[in-house]
């Protein structure tokens, strides 16, 4: 995973951390948590919850220096990312540059993303879904039939963009993309990066279809029930 990819994970931790530090911190009567309390359920939190598994996450340090607030070091797939958590566990900060006032778009079933406030792609008026891919990417071949078994239900009411190795798209593959494939966008509503073998074929034609029919409006009625 290069970095970028790295960069944004960690952000969409920070966020997420910041309501956790808050909430579910346990503190004590004093208003303070111990410095490798607060760290190491935040660690736990972010490993739990929060990345994809297989991902790589540790805690590279805790640094001593006293302070008003615990500054501690995150270690995501090999890149270092400081980070500080105030005493009593409500602010976060971090230097990945985010706004932490962002709204992030909500991860939803299938492990897509929905951007509520979505403009939808359409192509003569009707939504687009967009694949990405390679010819060397394994993850790709069992995304593209599936994907396409869900289309067919759909006639002509979408227009099915698949770019293999090609440039076309790009501004989509770079709005919703962070360097991998496959990559599949659902009118600009829905996105994922990364397959859903681990549903297996029959659950992800489902969450499929269930994200069309929202795009065309509930049509064919006799899919969209």
């Known amino acids: 995973m290069n970095k970028n990819i790295s960069i944004i994970v960690f952000s969409l931790v920070m966020l997420v951390l910041v309501v956790f530090a808050a909430m579910n911190l346990n503190q004590d009567q004093s208003?303070?948590?111990?410095?490798?309390?607060?760290?190491?359920?935040?660690?736990?939190?972010?490993?739990?919850?929060?990345?994809?598994?297989?991902?790589?996450?540790?805690?590279?340090?805790?640094?001593?220096?006293?302070s008003p607030y615990y500054k501690f070091q995150i270690d995501i797939m090999g890149s270092l990312y400081d980070s500080i958590v105030t005493t009593d566990g409500?602010?976060?900060?971090?230097?990945?540059?985010?706004?932490?006032?962002?709204?992030?778009?909500?991860?939803?079933?299938?492990?897509?993303?929905?951007?509520?406030?979505?403009?939808?792609?359409?192509?003569?008026?009707?939504?687009?879904?967009?694949?990405?891919?390679t010819a060397e990417?394994?993850?790709?071949?069992?995304?593209?039939?599936?994907?396409?078994?869900?289309?067919e239900q759909f006639g002509d009411e979408v227009v099915y963009k698949l770019n293999e190795d090609g440039l076309d798209d790009m501004d989509v593959y770079e709005q919703f993309g962070t360097g991998g494939v496959p990559l599949i966008v659902l009118g600009g509503k829905y996105y994922r990066e990364g397959s859903g073998a681990n549903?297996?074929?029959?659950l992800e034609k489902e969450y499929l279809t269930n994200y069309i029919c929202d795009l065309t409006g509930g049509i064919p009625e006799d899919i969209c029930q």
């Open 31 to 66: 208003g303070c948590l111990p410095k490798e309390e607060a760290v190491n359920k935040a660690m736990d939190y972010i490993k739990k919850n929060l990345v994809e598994d297989g991902m790589e996450v540790s805690l590279a340090q805790i640094y001593s220096e006293d």
């Open 199 to 202: 549903y297996g074929e029959e």
């Open 90 to 133: 409500a602010l976060l900060f971090t230097n990945a540059g985010f706004d932490l006032n962002e709204k992030l778009d909500e991860r939803v079933e299938g492990s897509f993303y929905v951007k509520e406030d979505a403009e939808i792609i359409t192509e003569d008026g009707k939504p687009v879904v967009y694949l990405f891919t």
């Open 137 to 151: 990417c394994g993850h790709c071949a069992w995304e593209k039939p599936v994907l396409a078994e869900a289309l």
